[in-house]
């Protein structure tokens, strides 16, 4: 499993990162204090504070093409 922290600032780019996100056959889950949801879901996605920084867990060991993709998100 692989961490990073992302940062989704308006619904385009939670559009994108979904659509994004289900190209993938791996487990993906956002963590937000307390709460973990699927990243394919858009509504569990708006059902988080968007406005600050939320963890990512990609279940996979090969995850760097889905890191490749998803960089514009990433936080460092």
């Not at 968007?50 to 093409?65: E, G, Q, R, V, Y």
Request: hydrophobic share 45%.
């Amino acid at each position: 499993m692989k961490s990073v922290t992302i940062r989704l600032n308006t619904i385009n780019d939670v559009k994108t990162f979904v659509n994004t996100v289900g190209k993938y056959d791996f487990d993906v889950d956002l963590i937000s204090g307390r709460y973990a949801i699927d990243a394919k879901s858009i509504m569990g996605i708006f059902s988080l504070d968007i406005s600050k920084p939320i963890k990512l867990d990609a279940h996979t060991d090969n995850a760097d093409a889905f890191f490749a993709e998803i960089k514009d998100f990433i936080v460092e």
